[in-house]
């Protein structure tokens, strides 16, 4: 079993800042690509940002130049630097992480995800 745990999230006025975190932990062989998705009010979850496990990430064009997204490969965790934060941020913000298992000798490749962390810009 793996478990997907995202952390950080919270009120914060335009402009602002916050930092989300997220480990994966349970039966791991090897963590592939991680990365952050949202889902604001109404629509369909959307990706923000993907990074490899050699540390190559790609961005949705909105979290360019605002968003850095980075991983520490040891410790099989994520985090997701936002900066100059705008209100159509605001989102309900979900890590994933591809994880390979091994489990009765068999090799089992699966997407996992947290149950998502609110992140909320308002003045």
């Known amino acids: 079993q793996v478990q997907v745990a995202e952390s950080g999230g919270g009120l914060v006025q335009p402009g602002g800042s916050l930092r989300l975190s997220c480990v994966v932990s349970?039966?791991?062989?090897?963590?592939?690509?991680m990365g952050w998705y949202r889902q604001g009010p109404g629509n369909e979850r959307e990706l923000v940002a993907t990074i490899t496990s050699g540390h190559i990430a790609t961005y949705e064009d909105s979290a360019k130049g605002r968003f850095t997204i980075s991983r520490d490969n040891a410790k099989n965790t994520v985090e997701l630097q936002m900066n100059n934060l705008k209100p159509e941020d605001t989102a309900v913000y979900y890590c994933?992480?591809?994880?390979?298992?091994?489990?009765?000798?068999?090799?089992?490749?699966?997407?996992?995800w947290g149950q998502g962390t609110q992140v909320t810009v308002s003045s």
């Open positions: 349970g039966n791991i062989f090897r963590v592939d690509d």
């Open positions: 994933n992480a591809e994880v390979l298992s091994l489990g009765g000798g068999t090799y089992l490749n699966m997407d996992y």
